[in-house]
């Protein structure tokens, strides 16, 4: 019985997902940008939809049932990250780097992932029975480590670690397709570092956004690494899914601001280099690596908060 009733609440969620996102959909998205995808193969759109629909509710429900939050907080704390890594993040990119998209078209992209980031998660949770039940304490499984210890990974992780994936996935795995140097345009180089150099000469602040980024890459992943109960490699296994696929999945769905083919590397290129930054996150940040180091939670001597 409790297994149909998980069935159950799984179908529900994924019907919800697609209506919702057709509703911010139609909601948010300029209407010339509507015209365009309505003029893409919709029986591919629908079937990628689908796609995007079950693994992400796969994600919301998988974090919903292993975390150690419950109710209000396991909701909110599950609509940031998933909206942040599959929206924010992702639509930051794309006004940096993509010749068609401008500054007054991405509040419009931001929010229309809303509804589904609000209102999926909250059905999950209340769907999957975690809104009353207990919060398992500690809550928040912190490790122990020193000030200087976490300043010095999140710094490593946001400053050298993602911004070296990225640009080493970019050039080798994106910039191998004609296509794709075309839809960008700019320079190619014949080796990696004099690519390197060159876009950062033209473009010194380049690194810095990606560092800021990574930061909230590491952000992300923390929040679900110290929340998620079990042993570790749990909560890293719902990172590499989140930077993986939920994060990159949407290039199922044609792109009326996106050639197939640009898609097609593109997700190849950010779902291998985001699951070997989650892994490495994951092994840096579960626990503290310079002495010993115990589970400490911010909220263990308050039962009520």
């Known amino acids: 019985m409790k297994i149909l009733k998980r069935l159950g609440a799984l179908i529900a969620l994924i019907v919800a997902f697609l209506v919702l996102f057709t509703v911010g959909a139609q909601l948010f998205v300029p209407a010339e940008l509507q015209a365009k995808a309505a003029a893409t193969d919709q029986t591919g759109a629908a079937a990628g939809l689908l796609v995007v629909a079950v693994i992400d509710v796969a994600f919301i429900a998988g974090v919903v049932l292993t975390s150690r939050l419950r109710g209000a907080r396991l909701w909110l704390l599950t609509s940031a990250v998933f909206w942040g890594a599959k929206t924010f993040t992702s639509q930051l990119e794309a006004w940096y780097f993509m010749p068609n998209v401008d500054?007054?078209?991405?509040?419009?992209?931001?929010?229309?992932?809303?509804?589904?980031?609000?209102?999926?998660?909250?059905?999950a949770v209340?769907?999957?029975?975690?809104?009353?039940?207990?919060?398992?304490?500690?809550?928040?499984r912190v490790p122990a480590m020193?000030?200087?210890?976490?300043?010095?990974k999140w710094s490593l992780l946001s400053a050298v670690v993602y911004p070296v994936l990225f640009f080493l996935a970019g050039y080798f795995v994106a910039f191998?397709?004609?296509?794709?140097r075309a839809f960008y345009g700019g320079v190619f180089k014949d080796t990696f570092f004099e690519h390197m150099a060159t876009i950062l000469r033209a473009d010194p602040k380049l690194w810095l956004f990606e560092t800021a980024r990574g930061a909230l890459w590491?952000?992300?992943a923390v929040s679900l690494l110290w929340t998620t109960r079990g042993k570790p490699w749990?909560?890293?296994?719902?990172?590499?899914?989140?930077?993986?696929?939920?994060?990159?999945?949407?290039?199922?769905?044609?792109?009326?601001?996106?050639p197939p083919t640009v898609q097609r590397f593109h997700f190849l290129e950010t779902a291998s280099s985001n699951a070997l930054f989650a892994i490495v996150i994951g092994a840096l940040m579960h626990r503290a690596h310079f002495g010993a180091w115990h589970f400490t939670s911010p909220t263990s001597h308050s039962p009520s908060r």
Do not use: K, R
């Not at 509040?107 to 909250?122: E, I």
């Not at 209340?126 to 928040?140: D, F, K, N, R, V």
């Open 234 to 258: 749990v909560g890293v296994g719902w990172t590499v899914l989140l930077f993986a696929l939920v994060q990159n999945d949407v290039h199922f769905i044609p792109n009326p601001l996106m």
């Open 218 to 220: 590491v952000l992300f």
């Open 103 to 123: 500054a007054a078209m991405v509040p419009s992209l931001m929010l229309m992932t809303v509804p589904v980031a609000l209102l999926v998660p909250l059905l």
């Open 176 to 180: 191998s397709s004609e296509e794709v």
């Open 126 to 140: 209340w769907l999957l029975g975690q809104w009353s039940s207990p919060t398992e304490l500690p809550a928040w």
């Open 146 to 152: 020193s000030a200087v210890e976490q300043v010095t």
